[in-house]
T-cell receptor
């Protein structure tokens, strides 16, 4: 498709399990971003990739969170030993490059529920 | 209106009226601003953007106004329609070194259009 694609769209898992969320950015977009959105809240920045490198990991909440990007395209966000406070919508966005005048385009997110 | 980082305000309008959604941003060095629309269960959708060297930009039924003196941004929607009902976020683009930029989002304004 032409837009940012995220999978799965919904994920329900038990506390303590690991989860992996996937993002396919728009073809040709070199910058990729992960955000977290709790119910009724704004977007919390998690991590950003330029190509395959992550110059900004400042938003990752703990060392249980990690992300990688390969081939300058697909990215995965992994949450280990999930906790109930990890329940949220995880949004991915991409932009052609990073910088002024470069809007980020979002996928529809993965709704993660930790039981 | 909203301020980047504060609680979610609401705006209720009648169909056909004009809507104005406000946003106060915090960083005088921000050089690029974006308005997003988020419908329930969807990711944020790009509406319109503006660079800091402009005061006004118009799109289809939407206008963004930027007042750098008081660090204020507004989104005007003409002839509001029920399909405009959504949460609207403003985002400011902040340069943080090298070629790295970060979008910081407000918590959004819920717009409800009454038929």
């Amino acid at each position: 498709g032409a837009g940012v694609s995220q999978s799965p769209s919904n994920k329900v898992t038990e506390k303590g399990k690991d989860v992996e969320l996937r993002c396919d950015p728009i073809s040709g977009h070199t910058a990729l971003y992960w955000y977290r959105q709790s119910l009724g809240q704004g977007l919390e920045f998690l991590i950003y990739f330029q190509g395959n490198s992550a110059p900004d990991k400042s938003g990752l909440p703990s060392d249980r969170f990690s992300a990688e990007r390969t081939g300058g395209s697909v990215s995965t966000l992994t949450i280990q030993r999930t906790q109930q406070e990890d329940s949220a919508v995880y949004l991915c966005a991409s932009s052609l490059v990073t910088g002024a005048g470069q809007p980020q385009h979002f996928g529809d997110g993965t709704r993660l529920s930790i039981l | 209106g909203e301020s980047v980082g504060l609680h979610l305000p609401t705006l209720s309008v009648q169909e056909g009226d004009n809507s104005i959604i406000n946003c106060a941003y915090s960083n005088s060095a921000s050089d690029y601003f974006i308005w997003y629309k988020q419908e329930s269960g969807k990711g944020p959708q790009f509406i319109i953007d503006i660079r800091s060297n402009m005061d006004k930009r118009q799109g289809q039924r939407v206008t963004v106004l930027l007042n750098k003196t008081v660090k204020h941004l507004s989104l005007q929607i003409a002839a509001t329609q029920p399909g405009d009902s959504a949460v609207y976020f403003c985002a400011e683009n902040i340069w943080w070194g090298g070629s790295n930029y970060k979008l910081t989002f407000g918590k959004g304004t819920l717009l409800t259009v009454n038929p």
